[in-house]
């Protein structure tokens, strides 16, 4: 293999993963016709290629626009291009959004009427963009949707100026500003070739990891954003080492998490609820003979009807928690009843649910949207964080009650004074809610304000120290 083709094959596992990346980029070659034992040439151009895609506000206006037909394009990446241009990130983020508007031509030749970009963001490691081609826009007689959709028209190059240009292995550009876009037909070689143009459509249809951009077919929540499992394992490894985290996840707590958030057909909103009757038809339904046994269970179809499990274990009943569905004429739908059940056992109902502190958030939101799937406001994370602690605040009292009548102390703790009973009486729901937003009104910071909450709480609860 010729080394110019080696640097681009080194390119696409780079971005992609070494199996992943030598699939697509021998798929390049055989849409580009490249021979890759021989330079790659590409034509003389006064200007570089770039390339862009982002989840957007745009893609609302995508659903909607019977005109138009939009293109998520991948532009620009911090690499070494084909001609020896250096880009890096830095340069790149400050001028990714200066292409916002820009125009779009082909070849680099005249502006096309009916191509816009309408959106322009640095993410993902690459310039990525947003464009939007009307059904009328047109090349040489032909139309601008059917060359995309073809491949005539595969990648794209950036037309753009800068202040200066440092020679450090190649010329790096510095004061960067896009000034247009042009869209590259099949004979025309891009500086960088892992830029591409994706409809968007298959944005829509198919969910991305919002990390790494590849397709999901399993996630875990990262905040509000769903990832592969193994993006957010790599996220809080590079954070806790960045950050240096005091409370660093251990890969164990990663492996225990909440299912996906997802909305699964409605049953009606009266529908009883019970979840050892649910959880019979479920493991039935899951099952590939219909036995609800064990050993014949598919366990990610399983899953689909709790809103936490324990990864380490994904083949025992018992790591599944929170049960919210049940199969109704065959099909697994989402129970109103059992939504409110498993909400209220978060917030430490019948002795809540064992599960890691920091999945809850995670689970609570997979619970918040199948509330407003049912027209309903969840609960404020807030209560059911306070309702958590409550839960665990009794377990501790009955614990330590426990404890003490073994020793024979129980007299003792029954003659409780005056004062310790008006501490107890503070560990409610409204007291705790207070004290947290006295706390961030003398500027404590939320997480330092909980933290405060927690301690004073549990001091409280032991029969020492101050509320």
């Not at 191509?115 to 963001?121: K, N, P, Q």
């Not at 409370?247 to 251990?250: A, L, Q, W």
């Not at 199948?370 to 049912?374: C, E, S």
């Given at each position: 293999?010729?080394?110019d083709f080696?640097r681009i094959?080194?390119?696409?596992?780079e971005?992609?993963?070494?199996?992943?990346?030598?699939?697509?980029?021998?798929e390049?070659?055989?849409?580009?016709?490249?021979?890759?034992?021989?330079?790659y040439?590409m034509?003389?151009?006064?200007i570089?290629s770039?390339?862009?895609?982002?989840?957007?506000?745009?893609?609302?206006a995508?659903?909607e626009d019977?005109e138009?037909?939009?293109?998520?394009v991948?532009?620009?990446?911090p690499?070494k291009?084909?001609?020896n241009w250096?880009?890096t990130?830095?340069?790149?983020?400050?001028?990714?959004?200066?292409l916002?508007?820009?125009?779009?031509?082909?070849?680099?030749?005249?502006?096309?009427e009916g191509?816009?970009?309408?959106?322009?963001?640095f993410e993902d490691?690459a310039?990525e963009?947003?464009i939007?081609?009307h059904?009328n826009?047109?090349?040489?007689?032909k139309s601008?949707?059917?060359?995309?959709d073809?491949?005539?028209?595969s990648?794209?190059?950036?037309?753009?100026?800068f202040?200066?240009a440092e020679p450090v292995?190649?010329?790096?550009?510095e004061?960067?500003?896009l000034?247009?876009?042009a869209?590259?037909?099949?004979?025309?070689?891009p500086g960088?070739?892992?830029t591409r143009?994706?409809p968007?459509?298959k944005m829509?249809?198919?969910?991305l990891?919002?990390?790494?951009?590849?397709?999901l077919?399993d996630?875990?929540?990262?905040?509000?954003y769903?990832?592969?499992?193994?993006?957010?394992k790599?996220?809080w490894?590079?954070?806790?080492?960045?950050?240096?985290?005091a409370?660093?996840?251990?890969m164990r707590?990663?492996?225990?998490?909440?299912?996906?958030s997802?909305?699964t057909?409605?049953?009606?909103e009266?529908?009883?609820?019970d979840a050892?009757?649910?959880e019979?038809?479920?493991?039935?339904?899951?099952?590939t003979?219909?036995?609800?046994e064990?050993e014949?269970i598919?366990?990610?179809k399983y899953?689909e009807?709790?809103?936490?499990?324990?990864?380490e274990?994904?083949?025992?009943f018992?790591?599944?928690k929170?049960p919210?569905?049940?199969?109704?004429n065959?099909?697994l739908?989402?129970?109103w009843?059992?939504v409110?059940?498993a909400?209220?056992?978060?917030?430490?109902a019948?002795?809540?649910?064992d599960i890691p502190?920091e999945?809850r958030?995670a689970v609570?939101?997979?619970l918040?949207r199948?509330?407003?799937?049912?027209e309903?406001?969840?609960?404020?994370?807030?209560?059911?964080l306070?309702?958590?602690?409550e839960s665990?605040?009794?377990?501790?009292?009955?614990?330590?009650?426990e404890?003490a009548e073994?020793?024979g102390?129980?007299?003792?703790m029954?003659?409780?004074?005056?004062?310790?009973a008006?501490?107890?009486?503070?560990?409610?729901?409204e007291?705790?809610?207070?004290?947290?937003?006295?706390?961030r009104s003398?500027?404590y910071?939320?997480r330092?304000?909980?933290?405060?909450?927690?301690?004073e709480t549990?001091?409280v609860a032991?029969?020492g120290?101050?509320?």
């Open positions: 293999m010729h080394p080696e094959l080194k390119m696409f596992r971005r992609y993963g070494e199996e992943e990346g030598e699939r697509r980029f021998l390049w070659i055989k849409r580009m016709g490249l021979d890759p034992e021989k330079p040439v034509p003389l151009m006064p570089e770039f390339s862009w895609a982002k989840r957007s506000t745009v893609l609302s995508a659903k019977g138009a037909k939009y293109y998520r991948e532009a620009l990446f690499v291009s084909m001609n250096l880009y990130e830095d340069e790149l983020i400050r001028a990714a959004r200066t916002i508007g820009k125009p779009v031509n082909i070849n680099h030749e005249a502006p096309i191509i816009e970009v309408v959106d322009a963001e490691g310039v963009c947003i939007k081609v059904k826009a047109s090349w040489n007689g601008i949707i059917s060359l995309i073809s491949g005539e028209i990648h794209v190059s950036i037309e753009g100026r202040r200066s292995d190649g010329l790096k550009p004061g960067l500003i000034t247009g876009l869209l590259l037909t099949r004979e025309n070689l960088i070739p892992l143009i994706m968007i459509e829509i249809e198919q969910e990891c919002y990390l790494c951009s590849r397709p077919s996630a875990v929540l990262l905040g509000e769903r990832v592969h499992p193994d993006c957010a790599r996220f490894e590079i954070a806790s080492q960045v950050f240096q985290f409370e660093k996840r251990s707590e990663l492996g225990e998490r909440a299912v996906a997802h909305e057909e409605k049953a009606p009266e529908t009883p609820w050892d009757e649910a019979a038809r479920i493991r039935r339904w899951a099952s003979d219909g036995s609800g064990k014949k598919d366990w990610s899953r009807a709790y809103a936490w499990y324990n990864e274990a994904p083949e025992e018992g790591s599944y929170l919210h569905h049940d199969v109704i065959g099909r739908v989402v129970v009843r059992g409110a059940a909400m209220a056992a978060l917030a430490g019948r002795g809540g649910v502190v999945d958030r609570y939101n997979h918040a199948h509330y407003r799937q049912f309903r406001e969840p609960p404020e994370l807030t209560e059911i306070i309702g958590c602690l665990k605040i009794e377990t501790l009292r009955k614990a330590i009650q404890q073994k020793h102390e129980h007299a003792d029954r003659e409780t004074s005056e004062a310790e008006n501490k107890r009486s503070e560990l409610t729901k007291a705790l809610i207070k004290r947290f937003k006295d706390l003398q500027g910071s939320q330092d304000a909980w933290r405060l909450v927690a301690l549990i001091e032991c029969g120290g101050k509320a």
